[in-house]
């Protein structure tokens, strides 16, 4: 077939698929029919093939398959007792606790759209994604139900279900529930007149449950984006954008399988939030299809208790993003663990810095495997072959059935090692932005590619590198300037932790590079950086200034926020 794109670029790599020549051996181009006819069925099927195996850990409690399909039926006969109809939108607003994937079991299986909520939201932005998503319920943990309580009145949410932190852990839940409340005193006061406890919610009668029939093309997920351009917008994910992920991830995961015996069943750790899109396909719908077991952790910030965690289980898939490896390298008991079983660390969310991946390899044997994707591709567009036995430095290799084509501001492809906008084509590519028919037509082209708004190229190999996000680029006296070459030389530097570059005003250049630094030394100067950057970098993008920090602005996954630094 021949796009508009093709016959008028005459780039190299258009219609060409250069990147299958370098798939691992016995993976095919192209996912084949889906198995499931809904999400909902995929965590059914799951549940039928699997009871006995444990599906869900957290804080030492654990639920199996069996247990899961119970709870998230009697769930839904709540849900469908309320009266919602078929395609309301449910608002889930908790950390990576075991009510999480009962909560979206039965959300998904009762016929309704699961409305992800970071739990740290603000008021203001919590109330911007009920009122844009129309949510008609909510489950929240108690942690966080202040927040709701300040503007559930200028919402459509009619239904509100309060989870505590020990709902599901038996006996020990009194005791967790008396540390958080009393002890962290974690639950601020707060008041929801007509909530209902989840433990109430447990009590329904799963006999009344009516799974519902969800066609492929239905919404299942509202995932809403970082709002790195203004307000959120919710990508409307369809139950085939997550299968069609999920088929993809299990063909590029059986490369390994061919290359080596994996254990079965494989244990993950889910350390990334649930409610954030990599961790909910890669952890948990990726999980689930293979009756895997996830270790949750629900505050992965606390990195001694993170790793008092890591200590008690033998675990072969870690998926996490630089800041998380890179903190955890930085932990003496991290580097006392024992990490024979980990079969695959994946890295995504944001580029893996070359040091950083070359001291996690040093330390537990295993590389890391960059992926790459985003809200809006359900999220795996492109990853690295897990085969490959060296870090790349690259975000891999388009998944099948997708195409990555490297576009000008016209919308042109360019030829093979030329850098512009990377372009994503395939099933996992959402339907749009949900009631924001403008924003959906900016990023979609007419042959249906997503414009991600990131800046990359291709090589000849088909490995794609990213050279930086579009709108974090600095003009430097006419020359482009990504910030992220200048952090990963920066963190080279044994006294540097972490780094972050922007661009600010300079009445010479136009714009010059500032550098923001977290030591690791606290004998480090402004100087120490300078030099080092001066002796990698060429004069135009060498740091003019450098500004200490004690830690730098990181959004809900831990992804270093660059807009606030410029704010």
Request: aromatic share 8%; glycine share 8%.
């Amino acid at each position: 077939m021949t796009t508009v794109s093709e016959t008028e670029s005459g780039s190299p790599h258009s219609g060409e698929k250069v990147w299958l020549k370098t798939y691992p051996p016995g993976t095919p181009p192209e996912i084949g029919p889906l198995e499931h006819s809904s999400v909902g069925a995929l965590i059914k099927s799951a549940c039928e093939t699997h009871p006995e195996r444990s599906a869900f850990t957290c804080m030492g409690k654990t639920i199996t398959y069996r247990d899961l399909d119970g709870h998230a039926a009697r769930v839904g006969a709540w849900l469908q007792s309320l009266g919602l109809e078929k395609g309301d939108r449910v608002a889930v607003m908790m950390p990576n606790i075991l009510q999480y994937p009962v909560v979206v079991a039965a959300v998904l299986q009762a016929g309704f759209v699961v409305v992800n909520v970071n739990p740290l939201y603000t008021p203001r932005e919590l109330l911007h994604q009920l009122k844009d998503s129309g949510a008609k319920a909510i489950f929240i943990l108690e942690n966080f139900a202040t927040t709701l309580q300040h503007i559930i009145g200028n919402s459509d949410v009619k239904h509100v279900c309060v989870a505590t932190m020990g709902d599901m852990m038996g006996l020990k839940g009194h005791i967790v529930n008396f540390v958080v409340r009393r002890v962290r005193k974690m639950v601020p006061d707060w008041s929801l007149p007509g909530h209902v406890p989840f433990k109430q919610v447990l009590g329904t009668n799963a006999a009344d449950f009516k799974p519902a029939e969800c066609s492929v093309e239905e919404a299942a997920f509202l995932q809403y984006t970082g709002g790195t351009t203004g307000l959120s917008k919710g990508a409307t994910l369809s139950h085939s954008n997550i299968l069609s992920n999920v088929a993809q991830n299990g063909l590029w995961l059986d490369s390994l399988r061919r290359d080596s015996e994996l254990p079965d069943p494989l244990v993950y750790i889910c350390c990334l939030p649930l409610y954030h899109i990599f961790a909910l396909t890669v952890n948990g719908m990726m999980g689930m299809s293979m009756g895997a077991h996830n270790i949750l952790i629900p505050n992965p910030r606390d990195i001694p208790g993170f790793v008092k965690e890591l200590g008690k289980y033998e675990y072969h898939v870690l998926p996490g993003l630089n800041t998380l490896f890179n903190a955890l390298l930085a932990n003496d008991d991290f580097r006392e663990l024992e990490f024979s079983a980990l079969r695959l660390t994946l890295g995504g969310g944001m580029a893996v810095q070359r040091p950083v991946a070359e001291r996690w390899q040093a330390l537990t044997g295993c590389k890391i495997s960059e992926g790459y994707g985003l809200s809006e591709t359900s999220p795996v567009a492109t990853a690295n072959r897990f085969d490959d036995p060296e870090f790349t430095g690259s975000i891999g290799l388009p998944l099948p059935s997708t195409d990555i084509d490297i576009r000008d501001d016209e919308g042109k492809s360019l030829p093979l090692g030329e850098i512009g906008e990377i372009c994503i084509r395939g099933p996992q590519v959402m339907l749009g932005y949900w009631n924001q028919p403008e924003e959906t037509e900016r990023v979609m082209t007419e042959d249906g590619y997503f414009r991600s708004g990131d800046l990359g190229f291709m090589d000849e190999d088909g490995f794609t590198r990213i050279v930086d996000r579009k709108k974090d680029t600095v003009l430097v006296s006419g020359f482009n300037v990504f910030p992220t070459e200048i952090e990963e030389v920066a963190v080279s530097h044994d006294g540097i932790l972490e780094a972050a570059a922007i661009g600010v005003p300079d009445e010479h250049s136009g714009e010059r590079i500032k550098l923001f630094v977290v030591k690791s030394d606290p004998e480090l100067t402004e100087a120490d950086v300078q030099s080092w950057c001066s002796e990698r970098l060429t004069n135009y993008k060498r740091p003019r200034s450098v500004e200490f920090r004690d830690e730098l602005p990181k959004s809900n996954i831990g992804k270093i926020l660059r807009r606030e630094l410029r704010e």
